[in-house]
């Protein structure tokens, strides 16, 4: 369960960015979660409210907006969308892909009062 | 099926109200990854070559560890740092090699992470000059996410795990730079497929390197050897070329 330790790390921005730029309350944290990250979207949510309990995001909603996986098709020479990391290029069916976006796990913005 | 892999959190965006918003953008992993940059600045600086070993559990990362850290030590100063929930039994047995070795336990933790490695190499011999071997946590899906300053991941899979195993974990092959199938004496009995899992290996990685070994007897060894000492001169040249 590394979302427990994703988590954490998302509390430790906003308790970052809660001193900097003084609010006290935080409604919505958006993530942005890439399709071929290390994340499962409803695990992180399960162990967001967890983690939170203690904390200024107490009661929080998490709203999570997926990023689309792209790779670079040697065989093809262009970039395509993937899924997987195990999926074939949708236009060759080859598998000489290298992963250039889609990895991304950001806390991208907050909702505070 | 049930696919708790996909995402049906859908394509929300943040509501619009009266409420202010604040832009963040930062990378969740952020603290781990300056964290990390500073023990590879740390390695770089004492000219070691670190190399996060990780596999699921059983796959034979500490039989292989003993046995390279054996062969290898006349060669190099090395140390090891041995990540496990619980026990230090693997640290004893690289120590009885009469090699260096920290044993970190991660509790309820599931995977090792930069602090963490940052804090065991403290603890470390100066290891000028030499080799790093970090056994993770055993463990095919955490350990993926979490840079430790390594050089590179070498993923350990063994022949009585199934060919599959790269398609059902591909991050973590995805994210090594080498895959070490370990206990390919037993493949005669196992109906082991090797090419099949070398195939499933570069769909999620084409550019992965594939080397068959046996922490048993030994097989295999001496070309994962040649391999080290290749990325090791390749280290040392890179050194010199920036110190012009």
């Not at chain 1, 809660?18 to 919505?28: E, L, Q």
């Not at chain 1, 958006?30 to 994340?39: D, K, P, T």
């Not at chain 1, 983690?51 to 907006?65: D, K, P, Y």
Request: hydrophobic share 45%.
């Amino acid at each position: 369960m590394h979302e427990m330790a994703l988590c954490e790390g998302i509390i430790g921005i906003v308790e970052e960015e809660a001193r900097k730029r003084s609010f006290a309350k935080v409604n919505v944290v958006c993530l942005e979660i890439g399709a071929l990250s290390h994340v499962a979207p409803e695990a992180m949510k399960f162990c967001f409210e967890a983690v939170a309990a203690q904390t200024i995001a107490r009661g929080a909603r998490l709203e999570i907006v997926e990023t689309p996986g792209r790779a670079w098709c040697m065989a093809c020479s262009r970039s395509v969308e993937i899924k997987q990391r195990y999926e074939p290029c949708p236009c060759c069916g080859g598998y000489q892909l290298q992963v250039t976006g889609g990895e991304e796990m950001r806390v991208r913005e907050l909702e505070v009062d | 099926m049930l696919d708790c892999g996909a995402n049906p959190a859908g394509q929300e965006i943040a509501g619009m109200s009266s409420e202010r918003i604040i832009q963040v953008e930062r990378d969740i992993l952020g603290k781990n990854d300056r964290l990390a940059a500073d023990n590879r600045a740390r390695f770089h600086a004492d000219e070691v070559l670190a190399f996060n070993l990780v596999s699921s559990p059983g796959a034979g990362k500490t039989s292989l560890l003993v046995r390279a850290v054996s062969e290898l030590k006349d060669s190099f100063p090395i140390g090891v740092i041995e990540g496990d929930q619980q026990t230090s039994n693997d640290a004893e047995r690289i120590r009885a090699t009469g090699v260096a070795a920290i044993q970190v336990n991660t509790g309820k933790g599931c995977h090792l992470d930069a602090a963490m490695v940052g804090q065991a190499y403290d603890r470390l011999p100066w290891l000028n000059g030499g080799i790093l071997f970090i056994e993770n946590v055993g463990n095919l899906v955490c350990p993926a996410a979490f840079d430790l300053g390594e050089a590179c991941k070498i993923v350990v899979f063994s022949t009585t795990e199934g060919e599959d195993k790269p398609l059902k974990y591909p991050d973590m092959f995805a994210a090594a730079s080498l895959m070490l199938i370990n206990k390919i004496d037993l493949a005669p009995v196992l109906d082991f497929d090797l090419a099949r899992t070398v195939e499933y290996a570069r769909r999620v990685n084409p550019g992965i390197e594939v080397m068959t070994v046996s922490a048993r007897t030994g097989e295999g060894f001496s070309a994962f050897y040649a391999w080290i000492r290749k990325r090791w001169a390749k280290a040392k040249r890179a050194e010199m070329a920036m110190q012009g």
